[in-house]
């Protein structure tokens, strides 16, 4: 079992950026994938990006590609989400999540976070 706490949340104007942390205990952190996803009010949780445990390959949505960035440090146990280019429509919680592959759906993660929430107002 993982144990993962994200941080990094928070109020931020449509435009600006903000960049999430997860950090994770429990199991050899480069011998698993992480993923982030997200659930807004009213709406189901959604696949945000993955990345595999190497770090060698990351998969995005359509929705945030290009203005998102995943990435992590095996050497501290954390993973990151940079979000630039923020839009009233990333306002969400979001949550870190591990699994055996960098997959986009929520069935393929066993472990995750509490979640953070992102604001983004115009």
């Known amino acids: 079992q993982v144990q993962l706490v994200e941080s990094g949340g928070g109020l931020v104007q449509a435009g600006g950026s903000l960049r999430l942390s997860c950090a994770a205990s429990g199991r050899t952190f480069s011998s698993y994938a992480m993923g982030w996803f997200r659930q807004a009010p009213g709406k189901e949780r959604e696949f945000v990006a993955a990345i595999s445990g190497s770090g060698a390959f990351t998969r995005y949505a359509a929705s945030v590609k290009g203005r998102f960035t995943i990435s992590r440090d095996n050497a501290k146990n954390t993973v990151s989400l940079q979000m630039n280019s923020l839009k009233p429509e990333d306002t969400a919680v979001y949550y870190c999540?591990?699994?055996?592959?960098?997959?986009?759906?929520?069935?393929?993660?066993?472990?995750w976070g509490q979640g953070t929430q992102v604001t983004v107002y115009s």
């Open positions: 999540a591990a699994s055996a592959k960098a997959a986009d759906t929520m069935s393929a993660y066993d472990d």
